[in-house]
């Protein structure tokens, strides 16, 4: 099943959650939509899976408008953050649910029902807990029962809000593999929401990063994390430096401090140098594009992170391999491996 | 916990047992013959059934109410909210002279309705309004912090997962409520069963008709019969119990296929 969505607008009051979003997601792709809360992230989910509906635009299904039809039509499955799960029903039969509404035409007898459920069970590896209450859970168990139950309806598109948001982090880490060795097995188009970028960069095939209603960057895991489009998933994803900074007549300028960087195609006017934690080299002071003082230092264990204030003022913090080991009072250079310039401010 | 077990026998337990020792002073037989005289049978019956069809209808009517107030932002909605504490507040002798007033054939809701020749006052149906009246709060209060509670999200889930608007209602929202269903139902039913300041007024209070069986215990009691009124009083207490006890079993099994989170 491929989605494709077009200039989709949804606002809430005054504010924009959706401000014209175009996506095209491909058959059986995993796909996550990334970004801060209010991004609109949760928002474009919903209305895919025909839970909003949006002021304009359009969705199609394979081509086929989805907008015509309601959540009940559109044989999607949603997996929501805090599970939903109907907790006076037993696990066996939250996941037959969706079987037992069927119209009576289509509807399956017991016997298949219950062999489906039991097949659903076994792939989210819980059948042991069919006879339980959601109340007697784990939260990463409700969380997979929730997917149970949305696959149950065989669906053209499964759709996950945030869905480990709510689960600690060591269940979530479990969780991610599992989802993706999943997805590779039933082979499902599929979108989750996160506002978190590890778990984006791990499991899916390609992430959209979004904020303010607007799309800024479509791409792999590694274009989002390596060439990103714009300053703000620069910022966004992965940790980053960011100093603002003057590009006049073919030199960057820090505050007064011409740096020793090649300034080449880059518009005059006020801009944003972003550079990695890590890609920040450390040397001997004079030897880099900056000068700074170290401040403190505190260890992760492969890296230190040090804080540093520049010579033109700024403090930032840069992530250091151990060996050369820095002490606070340290007067260092500073040569960016790699570095990317964004007009503006 | 012994000052709360004696507080509790003091208040509750000892009247109580009073009540069962002084209808012991009646024999057997006369207590039989006071309880299966037509006009107690009759009393009886006015209290008991109309209290259960009026607690019938306030589920429905308050269930409905308790969806509007938690699901629906619309002007007023505290105030409405506020007014359905009003027959918990107003002293009962208040609200039996307004509900026999507006009823009364002269009144605003009475002449009309007499014009399609529906008595209210003064008649049985006049004490089922009062019943309505005074027990739909506890309807709409039990359920309605149980549907706060309830996440809209299962209803989407529902929806999601094929199943219809009704099949949501009548699969996932009803059952999820019935324990606090049940519950808003019995205190509706004991409310309304014990109720005599709203109801007489407006009951008319015609022996074997509309004379409900609070009502003919005063009167009793009036006429120096204490042993009698005892007798009834004893009566409506075993019945009430028995009947709070039966919901509390159905609210149990309710509430044991919902175990607590």
Known sequence: MTIEVKNLVKKFGSFAALDGVDLKVDNGELLALLGPSGSGKTTLLRIIAGLDWPDSGEVS???????????????????????????????????????RVQPRAVRKDEATIRARVKELLDLVQLDWLADRYPSQLSGGQRQRIALARALAIEPRILLLDEPFGALDAKVRKELRKWLRSLHHEINVTSIFVTHDQEEALEVANRVVVMDKGRIEQIGSPDDVYETPATAFVHGFIGESIELPVQVEGGVIRLGDHPLRLAADGLAPGASKLFVRRHDMLVGPPGSGAFEGAVQHVRNFGPVQRA??????????????????????????????????IFAGT | MGLTLTWLSVIILIPLAGLFLKSLELSPEQFWNILSSRRTLNALRVSFGLAFAAACVNLVMGSIIVWALVRYRFPGRRIFDAIVDVPFALPTAVAGVALTALFAEKGWLGAPLAALGIKVAFTPVGIFVA?????????????????????????????????????????????????????????????????????????GNLPNVSEIAPLLIVIRLSEFRYADATAIAVVMLVVSFVIIFAVNRLQRWAQSRIPAR
């Open chain 1, 61 to 99: 299904f394979n081509g086929e408008d989805a907008l015509a039809q309601g959540a009940r039509e559109r044989h999607v499955g949603f997996v929501f953050q805090h599970y939903a799960l109907f907790r006076h029903m037993t696990v066996f039969e939250n996941v037959a649910f969706g079987l």
């Open chain 2, 131 to 203: 019943m309505i009246f005074i027990g739909i709060p506890f309807v709409v209060r039990t359920v309605q912090p149980v549907l706060q509670d309830l996440d809209p999200e299962i209803e989407e889930a529902a929806g999601s997962l094929g199943a219809s608007r009704w099949q949501t209602i009548i699969r996932v929202i009803l059952p999820s409520l019935a324990p606090a269903l049940l519950t808003g139902l019995a205190l509706a039913f004991a409310r309304a069963v014990g109720e005599y300041g709203s109801v007489i007024f407006i009951a």
């Open chain 1, 307 to 340: 804080e540093v204030a520049l010579s033109g003022g700024q403090t930032i913090e840069i992530d250091a391999p151990r060996g050369r080991e820095l002490r606070a009072g340290d007067t260092i250079g500073l040569e960016p491996r790699r570095y990317r």
